[in-house]
């Protein structure tokens, strides 16, 4: 059973990130949106638990550094709206 939910978390991240990678090659989100950070922030997080779970350790530090560059711009982002307001 805990290999099925590590499975589903890993699918639901690469389709957090693939969606995140469309939708801003169509134009339909930019980078910049908390959105678009958001989904890449949540997709590595869950593609992480799955590939440090199943010892899939280069792709673990992949995500790793992804996500840290999702929470670097998302911290951009909340610091340019609050000078905003």
Do not use: E
Not at 27 to 44: E, F
Not at 48 to 53: A, R, S, V
């Amino acid at each position: 059973m805990t290999d099925l939910i590590i499975d589903l978390l890993g699918w639901a991240g690469s389709i957090m990130l693939v969606s995140a990678y469309w939708l801003n090659s169509k134009n339909r989100i930019s980078a910049q949106t908390l959105l678009y950070q958001l989904l890449n922030i949540l997709g590595s997080l869950l593609l992480m638990t799955n590939t440090i779970y199943y010892g899939a350790y280069p792709s673990s530090s992949v995500n790793i550094v992804w996500l840290l560059i999702g929470l670097i711009h998302i911290t951009a982002i909340l610091k340019n709206k609050h000078k905003a307001i």
